[in-house]
C-alpha cells in the first residue's frame, strides 16, 4: 500500500525539471478540468515543455485556472492565442463540437496541435481535419488526438501477448458512476456533440478495432438510453453495441454516464480462437489446442487498477472423433507503469514510475514536432476511421451522428 500511495502521490506531483531554452510552448484553449491531466501535470516533468498561455470564453475564469497552475500569460481570446508568434503549440480541450472549427484554425494558424478525444463530432469533420492541406506541407503543423492511454505501456504489453489475427472475439466496457455526472455537464449537451459514445465509449470502440487489427463491416446493434427533451435531447448516457469485424469476429463495446455507485476500472478482453500446439509427450492420435482469454483492467487510467490478467485453455482431443480428453488452465497476471517493467522491444524506452499515460503521450508529440523518432503514433488516418465507428453506431441507435459545424469550412 506504501508503494502504491507513493507511485500515485509522485503521478500526481511530479518532479519539476529545468526547461531547455528551445522548449515548445503551448497555450491552452479554455479553463477544462482534463486540462492538468493531458498537459499542465506532464509538462513538469518534460524539459521541452512549457505552458504559456491560456485563453477561455470567460476571462476571469482564465486568469483563476492561470494563477491556480502557475500559467504566465492569460489571452483575451482563442484567436489572440493562436496569433502570439511565441505560441508553437496548442491543447484543445474544449467541447467535442468545438474540437473541429479550433484545431483547424490553429493548423492553419501553423500551430502544433493536441486535440482532446473524439477529434471531431463525426467523420465528415474527422476527413476534413486531417486531410487539410496545410499538414502536408514541408514543416507542417504536427496534429495529434489524445488517446493518451494508447501510448502507456500496459496497452503495448497487453497488445504483444496475442497475435490481432487470432483474435476471434473482444469486449471492452467503462462507467462513470451515478454522481459523478449530472444533466448539465457538456457531455449531456446534444449541441456540444455530447454523448456516452462520445464521451468514454470512444475508448472502448478504439480498444476492438486495435485488437481486431482492422475496422469493422457493420454494427449489428447499438442500444442506448438517452434523453428525449431539452438541450440534451438525443444524448445517450449509456451504449451498449455490438459490431462484425471482417471474418465474422464479433466486438462488443458498452459504456455508462450513470453507472452504479462504486467505481470499477474499464477493461478490455481479448478471446482468440484455438491454435494447435505440439506436444512430444501424447500419441498420434491426440491433438492439441491453445486459446487465450487475456484481460486488461484499467484501459483508460493505467495508473489506476492496472493489471493484465492471462489465462490459456489447453484442450486434448482425441484427433478421429474430436471427443475432448483432458482440459487445463494457466493463469498468469502482469502490469507495466514503465516500458522496463513491459520488457521485451520495450524495455529500452524513455519512462519512469511517475509517468501516467499523458506523459507518455507527451513524449511523443515533442518527439514529433523535434522530428525525432517515435515509438508510437495516432495517425491521422486511425482517427477518421475512429470517427467512422462512432457515427456506425449512432447511426445503428437511431440517434444519428452527431451534426457537423460549418464554422472552419
Same mark, same amino acid.
Given at each position: 500500500? #506504501?508503494?502504491?500511495?507513493?507511485?500515485? /502521490? =509522485?503521478?500526481?506531483?511530479?518532479?519539476?525539471?529545468?526547461? =531547455?531554452?528551445?522548449?515548445?510552448?503551448?497555450?491552452?484553449?479554455?479553463? *477544462?478540468?482534463? $486540462?492538468?491531466?493531458?498537459?499542465?501535470?506532464?509538462?513538469?516533468?518534460?524539459?521541452?515543455?512549457?505552458?504559456? #498561455?491560456?485563453? $477561455?470564453?470567460?476571462?476571469?475564469?482564465?486568469?483563476?485556472?492561470?494563477?491556480?497552475?502557475?500559467?504566465?500569460?492569460?489571452?483575451? =481570446?482563442?484567436?489572440?492565442?493562436? !496569433?502570439?508568434?511565441?505560441?508553437?503549440?496548442?491543447?484543445?480541450?474544449?467541447?467535442?463540437?468545438?474540437?473541429?472549427?479550433? $484545431?483547424?484554425? #490553429?493548423?492553419? *494558424? +501553423?500551430?502544433?496541435?493536441?486535440?482532446?478525444?473524439?477529434?471531431?463530432?463525426?467523420?465528415?469533420?474527422?476527413?476534413?481535419?486531417?486531410?487539410?492541406? @496545410?499538414?502536408?506541407?514541408?514543416?507542417?503543423?504536427?496534429?495529434?488526438?489524445? %488517446?493518451?492511454?494508447?501510448?502507456?505501456?500496459?496497452?503495448?504489453?497487453?497488445?504483444?501477448?496475442?497475435?490481432? $489475427?487470432?483474435?476471434?472475439?473482444?469486449?471492452?466496457?467503462?462507467?462513470?458512476?451515478?454522481?459523478? &455526472?449530472?444533466?448539465?455537464?457538456?457531455?449531456?449537451?446534444?449541441?456540444?456533440?455530447?454523448?456516452?459514445?462520445?464521451?468514454?465509449?470512444?475508448?472502448?470502440?478504439?480498444?476492438?478495432?486495435?485488437?481486431?487489427?482492422?475496422?469493422?463491416?457493420?454494427?449489428? =446493434?447499438?442500444? &442506448? @438510453?438517452?434523453?428525449?427533451?431539452?438541450?440534451?435531447?438525443?444524448?445517450? /448516457?449509456? %451504449?451498449?453495441?455490438?459490431?462484425?469485424?471482417?471474418?465474422?469476429?464479433?466486438?462488443?463495446?458498452?459504456?455508462?454516464?450513470?453507472?452504479?455507485?462504486?467505481?470499477?476500472? !474499464?477493461?478490455?478482453?481479448?478471446?482468440?480462437?484455438?491454435?494447435?500446439?505440439?506436444?512430444?509427450?501424447?500419441?498420434?492420435?491426440?491433438?492439441?489446442?491453445?486459446?487465450?482469454?487475456?484481460?486488461?483492467?484499467?484501459?483508460?487510467? +493505467?495508473?489506476?487498477?492496472?493489471?493484465?490478467?492471462?489465462?490459456?485453455?489447453?484442450?486434448?482431443?482425441?484427433? @478421429?472423433?474430436?471427443?475432448?480428453?483432458?482440459?487445463?488452465?494457466?493463469?498468469?497476471?502482469?502490469?507495466?507503469?514503465?516500458?522496463?517493467? *513491459?520488457?521485451?522491444?520495450?524495455?529500452?524506452?524513455? +519512462?519512469? &514510475?511517475?509517468?501516467?499515460?499523458?506523459?507518455?503521450?507527451?513524449?511523443?508529440?515533442?518527439?514529433?514536432?523535434?522530428?525525432?523518432?517515435?515509438?508510437?503514433?495516432?495517425?491521422?488516418?486511425? !482517427?477518421?476511421?475512429?470517427?467512422?465507428?462512432?457515427?456506425?453506431?449512432?447511426?445503428?441507435?437511431?440517434?444519428?451522428?452527431?451534426?457537423?459545424?460549418? #464554422?472552419?469550412?
Amino acid at each position: 500500500m #506504501a508503494a502504491l500511495t507513493s507511485r500515485l /502521490w =509522485s503521478c500526481f506531483m511530479p518532479p519539476k525539471v529545468e526547461k =531547455s531554452p528551445d522548449a515548445i510552448k503551448f497555450g491552452i484553449f479554455g479553463a *477544462a478540468q482534463i $486540462a492538468p491531466l493531458t498537459l499542465i501535470i506532464p509538462a513538469k516533468s518534460h524539459p521541452e515543455v512549457v505552458v504559456q #498561455a491560456i485563453a $477561455a470564453r470567460d476571462r476571469s475564469k482564465a486568469e483563476a485556472f492561470a494563477k491556480k497552475h502557475g500559467i504566465p500569460e492569460v489571452k483575451n =481570446s482563442y484567436d489572440e492565442l493562436l !496569433s502570439d508568434p511565441n505560441i508553437d503549440a496548442v491543447l484543445i480541450p474544449l467541447p467535442n463540437a468545438l474540437h473541429f472549427e479550433w $484545431a483547424v484554425k #490553429a493548423i492553419r *494558424a +501553423g500551430k502544433h496541435v493536441l486535440v482532446e478525444k473524439p477529434s471531431t463530432s463525426n467523420a465528415e469533420e474527422a476527413d476534413i481535419l486531417f486531410n487539410l492541406p @496545410e499538414l502536408s506541407q514541408p514543416n507542417a503543423p504536427v496534429l495529434l488526438e489524445a %488517446f493518451h492511454n494508447r501510448f502507456f505501456p500496459s496497452w503495448h504489453l497487453f497488445t504483444s501477448l496475442f497475435d490481432p $489475427a487470432d483474435v476471434d472475439h473482444v469486449h471492452s466496457e467503462s462507467m462513470i458512476p451515478w454522481w459523478g &455526472t449530472k444533466e448539465t455537464d457538456i457531455n449531456f449537451q446534444y449541441n456540444l456533440s455530447g454523448g456516452s459514445i462520445m464521451a468514454m465509449g470512444t475508448y472502448n470502440l478504439a480498444a476492438l478495432r486495435l485488437a481486431f487489427g482492422a475496422e469493422p463491416v457493420e454494427c449489428l =446493434s447499438c442500444e &442506448t @438510453e438517452a434523453f428525449t427533451e431539452g438541450p440534451q435531447k438525443g444524448c445517450d /448516457w449509456n %451504449f451498449k453495441a455490438k459490431f462484425r469485424f471482417p471474418g465474422d469476429r464479433i466486438g462488443e463495446a458498452t459504456t455508462t454516464l450513470k453507472g452504479p455507485t462504486w467505481w470499477t476500472p !474499464s477493461t478490455v478482453t481479448v478471446t482468440t480462437r484455438e491454435k494447435p500446439v505440439a506436444d512430444s509427450k501424447l500419441p498420434n492420435t491426440h491433438e492439441k489446442t491453445q486459446s487465450r482469454h487475456i484481460v486488461l483492467h484499467g484501459l483508460i487510467h +493505467g495508473v489506476f487498477w492496472h493489471r493484465i490478467d492471462v489465462t490459456d485453455v489447453y484442450t486434448v482431443r482425441d484427433r @478421429e472423433s474430436g471427443r475432448v480428453i483432458s482440459k487445463n488452465q494457466q493463469k498468469t497476471s502482469h502490469k507495466a507503469y514503465t516500458f522496463k517493467e *513491459a520488457g521485451g522491444q520495450f524495455a529500452n524506452l524513455p +519512462g519512469d &514510475t511517475h509517468w501516467m499515460s499523458y506523459r507518455y503521450q507527451l513524449e511523443e508529440f515533442v518527439n514529433k514536432i523535434k522530428g525525432r523518432k517515435t515509438q508510437y503514433w495516432v495517425s491521422g488516418e486511425d !482517427s477518421i476511421n475512429q470517427m467512422k465507428m462512432i457515427d456506425m453506431a449512432y447511426e445503428k441507435s437511431g440517434l444519428g451522428p452527431r451534426p457537423t459545424s460549418k #464554422a472552419a469550412l
